[in-house]
């Protein structure tokens, strides 16, 4: 579908199911993407196969979830999404997990997300996309700020990990600051 220089973007489908069952249920994966630990416990295959099954009918000009490949070998590595499109602000919001550990730090993570945001400034004509993570995510705010994101404000206190409080980051990047613009 979207292919850069490390990683391509291609449509969810059925049997990457596996690969979110996996990242899901990994802890360390899980904690960096969200601050936490799983809130219920392990997801189940059923639960995600539900799950899944709508994230494949998305409708693709409001949302949808995209799998991110390894270009040298292939293998699934991760997902990006986005979500909340409206076209008439010309705004979405973007998320990116590479669940692969070995795969972290690689700068995958920086490429998918200029990817989709590449393709949702050219498809939807979008002004702006904009995306978050919680303050301890040292990885994750050096990933979107090389990507070209910024910082834009801050959620004080609002995700709690092990004991402590974080804030919520919240990043954007407008079409004129986007790498492939032309404006």
Excluded at 88 to 97: E, K, M, S, W
Aim: hydrophobic content about 40%; some cysteine; charged content about 30%.
């Amino acid at each position: 579908m979207f292919e850069g220089t490390s990683v391509k973007l291609r449509a969810l489908r059925a049997e990457d199911a596996e690969h979110h069952l996996r990242w899901r249920n990994d802890p360390e994966v899980v904690h960096w993407a969200t601050g936490g630990d799983p809130c219920f416990g392990p997801v189940t295959a059923e639960a995600l196969a539900r799950g899944f099954e709508t994230m494949l009918r998305l409708d693709p000009r409001e949302s949808a979830v995209l799998t991110v490949e390894d270009r040298a070998d292939g293998s699934v590595i991760g997902m990006v999404d986005y979500r909340d499109l409206d076209p008439f602000a010309g705004q979405a919001t973007v998320g990116v997990t590479i669940g692969d550990r070995d795969h972290w730090g690689r700068g995958h993570g920086s490429e998918a997300l200029l990817l989709l945001v590449g393709h949702l400034f050219r498809a939807f004509g979008l002004h702006r996309v904009e995306l978050d993570t919680w303050s301890g995510n040292e990885r994750a705010v050096r990933a979107f700020t090389r990507a070209g994101f910024r910082e834009e404000g801050r959620r004080r206190g609002a995700v709690p990990v092990a004991g402590r409080r974080y804030d919520t980051v919240l990043f954007g990047m407008l079409r004129e600051e986007w790498p492939g613009s032309t404006d």
